[in-house]
Nanobody
Framework: QVQLVESGGGLVQAGGSLRLSCAAS????????MGWYRQAPGKERVLVAI???????DYADSVKGRFTISRDNAKNMVYLQMNSLKPEDTAVYYC???????????????WGQGTQVTVSS
């Protein structure tokens, strides 16, 4: 089994910054893609940023130039640096990882429990 634990959410004023962290632990052979998603009240969960095992990245248009995703493969961690935050960035942010478990050939999709980010105007 694999667990993802996020940290770093909170309340910040518009224009401020936050850094989210996500630690993966458990029976991990390899982590392929890692990403951050967010879900605002009454809306669907959407992709914010993704970083692949080859370190290529993609971002939602709404966060390009403001957010940066990175990962530390040695620590099984993924980060999201969020700058120039806007009230519309307010949401619960979820960490996601595509993991191949020890002794397995198959990859499975795992989610963290979510961390609240609130941006005040």
């Amino acid at each position: 089994q694999v667990q993802l634990v996020e940290s770093g959410g909170g309340l910040v004023q518009a224009g401020g910054s936050l850094r989210l962290s996500c630690a993966a632990s458990g029976s991990i052979r390899r982590i392929n893609d890692m990403g951050w998603y967010r879900q605002a009240p009454g809306k669907e969960r959407v992709l914010v940023a993704i970083i692949r095992s080859g370190i290529s990245t993609d971002y939602a248009d709404s966060v390009k130039g403001r957010f940066t995703i990175s990962r530390d493969n040695a620590k099984n961690m993924v980060y999201l640096q969020m700058n120039s935050l806007k009230p519309e960035d307010t949401a619960v942010y979820y960490c996601n990882a595509i993991v191949v478990g020890m002794g397995s050939r198959y990859e499975y999709n795992y989610w963290g429990q979510g961390t609240q980010v609130t941006v005040s105007s």
